[in-house]
């Protein structure tokens, strides 16, 4: 005789990581794949990985938030590690898309910056108005006969003449 109280009490759900289709008569439960989880038992699909976190592991519950200094713009990741931002880009928060350009009047050669500090002023007697510079010679130098005595600046108009009878150096 059949009895519905057993075979209910025999079930169970898959744990968290896994899924099961609703059709699946066997219940066999299956690994979430890389780049998707699932924290919840019993669920019948898994979740993808949002952008700005990733998850190189089958079975897993959560995905790992990328740190500072890096990204992940796609979503379903499957990295062992985010990306890192590029020379002239920072990011300073964790579980990002994309990372932040230095700000005009600053550079960077380093990757994974996770502060704007760490951007490199221009020196005395240039500018750069553009953001994500790379390199302290895209800092543009003041025009002939102009000068500019603070870092960090963002343009040309920081630069002033230099006065009668003097030159710049």
């Known amino acids: 005789s059949f009895n519905a109280l057993a075979s209910v009490n025999d079930c169970t759900k898959c744990p968290t ?44 519950e959560s995905c790992a938030s990328c740190p500072t200094g890096t990204f992940m713009a796609t979503a379903k990741a499957n990295k062992p590690t985010c990306n890192s931002c590029l020379e002239g880009q920072y990011q300073d928060q964790v579980k990002q898309s994309n990372c932040k350009g230095c700000s005009a009047g600053t550079w960077s050669n380093q990757t994974e910056l996770k502060i704007q500090s760490d951007c490199i002023n221009c020196v005395t007697g240039r500018y750069s108005s553009a953001k994500g510079v790379t390199s302290s010679d895209d800092c543009n130098n003041c025009a002939a006969g102009k000068k500019n005595a603070n870092e960090g600046s963002t343009s040309s108009n920081a630069c002033t003449d230099c006065g009668p009878n003097t030159k710049s150096e």
Do not use: M, Y
């Not at 299956?30 to 700005?52: A, M, Q």
């Open 17 to 60: 990581g896994s899924f099961t289709d609703k059709l699946n008569i066997d219940r066999a439960c299956t690994l979430c794949p890389k780049g998707w989880h699932i924290d919840v038992e019993g669920r019948s699909f898994c979740l993808p990985c949002e952008p700005g976190t990733t998850n190189p592991l089958t079975g897993q």
